[in-house]
């Protein structure tokens, strides 16, 4: 099955700095590959997705790049500021049972 | 919007009791999961549905069962409970594969196990 490895695992920045938060899979057949921003007691949100058939997205300040040679993923953010503190994770699909697999989380701190 | 309800967010069980936590979801999702989040191990896959009445094991099923009677519900069932099952289990859907990959998340249980 798929195995996603994140890093790292806490990353701390300056408001205004930018973060860079870094996956690699395994499963060379999964195709799609989310990010999700999980803030203290609270459930894990979509913030962007990214297709296999394509290199990089963006979304205002975010974006995600993909390189389905080397099978790693990156999550991009510029600007950061205070509010984008929380625990990231990124994920990939298993192809084989439709079903999400997880990275460890980073969790993200921005100081004002 | 989707909407996954997890209906217990914070439970306190003891060693041995059976658990249930119920999942239900209102968009008519085929695909249904159970994961469950312990720091620095991310979200594990402990079962999931594509189906009623289907389930297919996940990485961690070892000590947990599903039932899905309904398309809407998903429950998870602790037969005995032990201590190493205190953690957060969330519950999440979506669409069928040819429809679109976004997974929905409920807002989580935190089961502790005492």
């Known amino acids: 099955g798929e195995n996603v490895e994140q890093h790292p695992s806490t990353l701390s920045v300056q408001e205004g700095d930018s973060a860079v938060i870094k996956c690699t899979y395994s499963?060379?057949?999964?195709?799609?590959f989310p990010w999700y921003k999980q803030e203290l007691g609270k459930r894990p949100q979509l913030i962007i997705d990214?297709?296999?058939?394509?290199g990089e997205k963006k979304d205002q300040r975010i974006a995600v790049t993909l390189n389905k040679t080397a099978k790693h993923f990156s999550l991009h953010i510029t600007e950061t500021q205070p509010e984008d503190s929380a625990v990231y994770f990124c994920?990939?699909?298993?192809?084989?049972?439709?079903?999400?697999?997880f990275g460890s989380g980073t969790r993200l701190q921005v100081q004002p | 919007d989707v909407k996954v309800t997890q209906s217990s967010r914070y439970l306190v069980k003891r060693t041995g009791e059976k658990v249930f936590l119920e999942c239900v979801q209102d968009?008519?999702?085929?695909?249904m999961f159970w994961y469950r989040q312990d720091p620095g191990l991310g979200l594990r896959l402990i079962y999931f549905?594509?189906?009623?009445?289907?389930?297919e094991k996940g990485d961690i099923p070892e000590g947990y069962s599903v039932s899905r009677e309904k398309k809407e519900r998903f429950s998870l069932i602790l037969e005995s409970a032990s201590t190493n099952q205190t953690s957060m289990y969330l519950c999440?859907?979506?669409?069928?594969?040819?429809?679109?990959?976004?997974?929905?998340f409920g807002e989580g249980s935190w089961l502790t196990v005492v």
């Open positions: 994920a990939a699909l298993d192809t084989g049972r439709r079903a999400l697999t």
């Open positions: 549905s594509y189906d009623v009445k289907m389930k």
């Open positions: 968009m008519d999702h085929e695909n």
């Open positions: 990214i297709r296999s058939n394509v």
């Open positions: 499963d060379s057949a999964s195709n799609y």
């Open positions: 999440a859907s979506r669409q069928g594969a040819g429809s679109g990959n976004t997974i929905y």
